[in-house]
């Protein structure tokens, strides 16, 4: 069965600084890629960061990057400079399938940041 | 419309009666999935449709959840004989290109009492 992991069921960060979320996968190689979602308590999943499987360099976005590995099966989601608004659960999705896909997530990791 | 729109946003429901969850899907997004989030929990995928291709139905939990899309747009999620495990919001996501990732929607939460 595929699994994700997500060690850190809760973090805490000071507001400004920068938080390392984790995420390992014990799936089939992700030839679609990797996704990081998340999920502010209102519900809404909000699509942060892709990682292209094939892609030589890590994904940047804005405050958003990725420690990807693929030898490991590791893609840690980096937040720089946190923000309030930063509080929220954080999803790590490997896209898996042949032809077509499917996001399989991890249980999450609870983000909050203390001003 | 500008997103994905699913109704109702909230359906309490009676043990043993059939529901129906509708999904309104982003104009042009042709791969349209849905999943179940628990209390607390991560989204575990039911099932997933791509334009006139058989669906995916890998993810539903029994016979008695099921899925159309009628047009390659609009999609219904049935559940018959609801349980209380069944309660959950059921998400709807839709897609255009992989690297754009999934646009979701704002979810249905059951409650079946």
Not at chain 1, 46 to 74: H, M, P, V, W
């Amino acid at each position: 069965a595929q699994k994700i992991t997500q060690t850190q069921p809760g973090m805490f960060v000071q507001e400004k600084e920068a938080v390392t979320l984790d995420c390992t996968y014990d799936t089939s190689d992700p030839s679609y890629g990797l996704f990081w979602y998340k999920q502010p308590s209102s519900g809404e999943m909000i699509f942060l960061i892709y990682q292209g499987s094939y892609d030589q360099q890590n994904a940047t976005e804005g405050r958003y990057s990725l420690n990807f590995q693929k030898a490991r099966k590791s893609a840690n989601l980096v937040i720089s400079a946190s923000q309030l608004g930063d509080s929220a659960m954080y999803f790590c999705a490997p896209a898996v399938g042949a032809g077509s896909y499917q996001l399989t997530f991890g249980k999450g990791t609870k983000l909050s940041v203390i001003p | 419309g500008a997103g994905v729109s699913q109704s109702p946003s909230n359906k309490v429901t009676e043990k043993g009666k059939d529901v129906e969850l509708r999904c309104d899907p982003i104009s042009g997004h042709t791969a349209l999935y849905w999943y179940r989030q628990s209390l607390g929990q991560g989204l575990e995928f039911l099932i997933y449709f791509q334009g006139n291709s058989a669906p995916d139905k890998s993810g539903l939990p029994s016979d008695r959840f099921s899925a159309e899309r009628t047009g390659g747009s609009v999609s219904t999620l049935t559940i018959q004989r609801t349980q209380q495990e069944d309660s959950a919001v059921y998400l709807c996501a839709t897609e255009k290109r992989v690297d754009y990732g999934y646009t979701f929607g704002s979810g249905t939460r059951l409650t079946v009492v």
